[in-house]
């Protein structure tokens, strides 16, 4: 539903921006952005208020407050909800499938054609490709986010 | 309990009005907190006296009157004035702590003296300073988050006082300390008070602690000020019911003065169950006060019937009795009143024995409202 009414409206915007690499990094914007917004309020939301305020009566500046205290004690939060992005929009298929073009290929629409076209080694290994970037992400992030979470 | 010597005073609030919408937290109060004077705002939960003390740090913005920071006014209604929380420089002490959790005990106590760009080396020394004073010095290199609670009610005071403050404001500190704690630590702060000769406003429910702690106490009932004065004013000679049984439980009785009016500061005074008492006329009483109130711990209670001295007595039936530990308290049926007596554990009455409650005429204050 979200893929036809983003093909409808790029195609109709007099910007060229239909079958460019660009209007998937827009599509996947606007298809994720209530995933990331919901993860990350509740991690803002847990945060004390009194140890901002706290701050602000120490005498810091809204700039300084948030380079000190509020994004250290956001980072495991980023972290995490950047990794569920990632996450979602590698395996994303219902909007990236109408806006995907001969230059602009993402790898879950291009299984799904493989399968229907080149046979099964090609998606295979395509799947494993897949598989093995995520695992890797995953790996990665919780290491750095572990060692955040610790001191937290 | 030296009353400071006059000077203008360190925090002037007048007329101080706080809404949200349409709901008014505080209705025009005004006080002030003289130099080194430790003012505690006491009052049950929402009675707006954190909002109070919020609006002196500058995190709530009022709606009316002005708060004027030694000489200088940071908030005012009329001349549409608000200085912003971090240009005030006033020293805080949050209810929850506030301990930054990705700091060491160290970093969160130079925080504020990094704040004002100090150098490197005056940082340590009074970072340092301030951590002996509080006792966590070994602490220092510690995650802030590997504390205890006394412990990090340490931390945050050590960090309301690492940069000398003037004015340093508590809102409700010891809430969350087992009873244990508290008490060493209500001592401390008084010990802290006193050496550093800050001026300070406390914000409590606890009305023990008010009392130990303040050089004078302000209670506040649903927005308004009740009562301003020492905790021996507040305690002997309270205004009205709220504060007489707020501070100090007291039993509340209603009736009428009989007779020609206050003799030696006396009056006679009926029940409105019927038995005469004499009761101390506190002088802003009115002539038709309704309301006398005697203090719990202040009344004896004798077995039996018909004991009679110079005091007042009333005659009842022992109907609870509660094992407090430090006191018993006993609920007795008077000719139609309910009396609390709070005694030491060493005399026991037993539940349904009949006795005489005797209480001075020194103890019977005659309350205004």
């Known amino acids: ?152 | 309990m030296s009353t400071p010597a006059p000077a203008p005073p360190m925090i002037a609030v007048s007329d101080l009005v706080i809404s949200y919408g349409g709901y008014v937290a505080v209705k025009g109060i005004s006080f002030e907190v003289r130099r080194g004077e430790h003012i505690t705002l006491l009052g049950p939960s929402g009675c707006g006296k954190t909002t109070t003390l919020r609006s002196i740090a500058g995190l709530e913005r009022p709606t009316g009157g002005s708060i004027i920071l030694d000489g200088t006014p940071v908030f005012s209604a009329e001349h549409r004035i608000n200085v912003p929380a971090e240009r005030r420089g006033v020293s805080m002490v949050f209810q929850s702590y506030a301990i930054w959790p990705h700091m060491t005990v160290f970093e969160n106590v130079a925080y504020r003296l990094r704040v004002r760009g100090i150098p490197q080396k005056e940082i340590e020394t009074k970072t340092h300073q301030a951590l002996q004073l509080v006792q966590l010095h070994d602490a220092a290199d510690r995650p802030a988050s590997k504390l205890s609670g006394g412990q990090q009610q340490r931390v945050a005071l050590g960090r309301a006082i690492a940069f000398s403050p003037a004015v340093v404001l508590f809102d409700e500190p010891l809430s969350n300390l087992d009873a244990k704690l508290r008490a060493s630590m209500r001592l401390e702060l008084k010990e802290l008070q006193q050496r550093l000769g800050v001026s300070s406003v406390y914000v409590t429910h606890d009305q023990e602690e008010a009392l130990a702690i303040s050089h004078r106490v302000i209670v506040m009932n649903d927005g308004r000020i009740e009562q301003i004065g020492t905790p021996d004013e507040i305690y002997n000679q309270p205004v009205s019911g709220f504060v007489a049984d707020f501070v100090g439980s007291a039993n509340l009785l209603s009736g009428t003065i009989v007779g020609s009016g206050a003799q030696n500061g006396f009056v006679m005074f009926q029940l409105a169950t019927g038995p005469r008492l004499t009761a101390r006329y506190a002088g802003a009483a009115s002539g038709t006060a309704t309301t006398i109130a005697v203090r719990t711990a202040l009344i004896d209670i004798r077995r039996g019937l018909g004991h009679r001295d110079d005091r007042n007595a009333l005659e009842g039936r022992v109907r609870r009795r509660l094992f407090h530990g430090d006191f018993i308290e006993y609920l007795i049926d008077c000719q139609g009143n309910r009396v609390i007596v709070r005694r030491p554990p060493t005399e026991i009455v037993t539940e349904g024995e009949a006795v005489t409650v005797l209480f001075s005429a020194e103890h019977t204050i005659l309350l205004d409202r």
Request: aromatic residues 8%; contains cysteine.
């Open chain 1, 1 to 152: 539903m979200f893929g036809l009414a983003l093909l409808t409206a790029w195609l109709n915007i007099p910007i060229p921006l239909y079958g460019t690499l660009w209007v998937l990094a827009i599509a996947y914007f606007t298809v994720l952005m209530p995933l990331g917004v919901r993860t990350l309020s509740g991690v803002v939301l847990q945060i004390d208020k009194s140890l901002e305020e706290c701050a602000q009566v120490c005498g810091a500046t809204w700039a300084h407050r948030m380079k000190t205290i509020t994004l250290p004690l956001l980072r495991p939060g980023l972290v995490a909800a950047w990794l569920l992005i990632f996450i979602a929009s590698v395996r994303e298929i219902g909007v990236s499938i109408y806006l995907m073009g001969p230059n602009s290929k993402v790898i879950a629409p291009a299984i799904v054609s493989s399968w229907s076209s080149a046979g099964t080694e090609l998606t295979a290994a395509m799947a494993m490709i897949q598989t093995a970037a995520m695992l890797a992400a995953v790996v990665l992030l919780l290491r750095v986010a572990g060692k955040y979470v610790k001191g937290v």
